[in-house]
């Protein structure tokens, strides 16, 4: 099994849950891009600038959505591009914010530092390979100023903590079983106390799913299919003395398709506190009755709602974005497996009076 295979294994759920129904295939000539959607044509160009520059780039407004060209990110920001040909995969970048299209049957696929991006998908437009902006900004470290009756888009680095990510990785493989686990450290921090209590919060998480998996191992049986247990991370998050990511815990020990924990960690860079739902929105003293109204009702709209949602049973499952807060439960928590894992996202302004901060108390 290669490694495009086993990522679609691994990202089964949420490449399912996204709806990727592009009719991806390889077009002749090695170009290796999706096939595209005819209903696609329905869209106009926009001029891409950076930094206020107007650029030689332009992308493309469809359905309130922005694209970019992956041309863009290579001639203007400066990404390197490969292409595997074996693979069938594109991938842009380096460090923690590489990223990764994923061409298969189930459309153009997206992962970020090797963790599937279930919101965003690549596409196939005039056999010219685009991603949404929403990608960028999220998680590329870029902002973007974009002006619809113009028909520009103003690209501009984000404004980001000082701080360095690196990925630490645990690996140990046995007859039958492998472990790969990528974790990330930080270094560049003012305070030593605050960057050595987030770097052992962030090892001991992965080091505790190690010892899992490592007694997995001990128990398996001869005959049993070949275990496999992996982690990746993605930052959402790296401003105002907050840093956001999210982990994904991934193991398979037989059957029909793996099952993956994920976890969130939400730190000030301060004092190194993990953060939780009450520190970011304590100006609103009704915000957990709030959250619950709000999750309550999306969650019992959904048609494969299993029911017993009775409020949040946690104030750690949820990850940082830029203006808004995501929420999230576990894979069959609430839903079925191929809904992958509910997410709620809302906006600060939704949550807190007018005038507060969710980092207020924080810097």
């Known amino acids: 099994m290669n490694k495009t295979n086993r990522l679609a294994r691994k990202w089964g759920a949420g490449m399912i849950a996204a709806g990727m129904l592009l009719g991806g295939t390889f077009l002749p000539g090695g170009t290796g891009l999706a096939a595209p959607v005819k209903s696609q044509a329905d869209y106009s160009l926009i001029t891409l600038k950076w930094n206020g520059t107007i650029t030689p780039q332009q992308g493309i407004h469809q359905q309130g959505k922005v694209w970019i060209p992956i041309t863009f990110l290579k001639s203007v920001l400066g990404m390197q591009i490969t292409y595997n040909k074996a693979e069938n995969t594109y991938t842009i970048g380096q460090g923690v914010r590489q990223t990764k299209l994923m061409v298969s049957e189930y459309g153009i696929?997206?992962?970020?530092?090797?963790?599937?991006?279930?919101?965003?998908?690549?596409?196939?437009?005039?056999?010219?390979?685009?991603?949404?902006?929403?990608?960028?900004?999220?998680?590329?470290?870029?902002?973007?100023?974009?002006?619809?009756?113009?028909?520009?888009?103003?690209?501009?680095?984000?404004?980001?903590?000082?701080?360095?990510?690196?990925?630490?990785?645990?690996?140990?493989?046995?007859?039958?079983?492998?472990?790969?686990?990528?974790?990330p450290q930080i270094s560049g921090l003012v305070s030593a106390s605050a960057q050595q209590s987030i770097n052992d919060t962030l090892k001991?998480?992965?080091?505790?799913?190690?010892?899992?998996?490592?007694?997995?191992?001990?128990?398996?049986?001869?005959?049993?299919?070949p275990y496999e247990f992996d982690s990746n991370y993605v930052v959402t998050y790296n401003q105002d003395g907050v840093l956001s990511l999210v982990m994904s815990q991934y193991g398979y020990t037989g059957g029909a398709h793996g099952m993956t924990l994920r976890q969130a960690f939400t730190f000030s860079l301060k004092d190194g506190k993990r953060l939780l739902l009450g520190d970011l929105f304590r100006a609103n003293p009704n915000y957990k009755k709030l959250l619950n109204e709000k999750v309550g009702k999306q969650l019992k709209a959904d048609a494969g709602y299993f029911g017993g949602f009775n409020g949040l049973n946690t104030e750690k499952y949820f990850y940082l974005k830029d203006g808004r807060v995501v929420l999230f439960f576990q894979l069959y928590e609430y839903t079925p497996y191929a809904e992958g894992f509910p997410e709620f996202t809302f906006t600060f302004k939704e949550l807190l009076p007018n005038g507060s901060s969710p980092f207020a108390g924080i810097k």
Do not use: C
């Open 109 to 183: 696929s997206l992962a970020v530092n090797g963790y599937f991006i279930n919101e965003y998908e690549g596409r196939n437009i005039n056999n010219h390979l685009y991603v949404p902006f929403g990608l960028l900004s999220d998680y590329l470290g870029y902002r973007g100023d974009f002006n619809a009756s113009s028909g520009r888009l103003n690209v501009m680095n984000r404004p980001l903590n000082a701080l360095t990510l690196t990925t630490v990785t645990y690996a140990k493989e046995t007859d039958g079983a492998a472990i790969k686990l990528d974790y």
């Open 204 to 225: 001991k998480a992965a080091m505790s799913f190690a010892a899992d998996a490592g007694q997995a191992i001990a128990e398996k049986n001869e005959q049993d299919r």
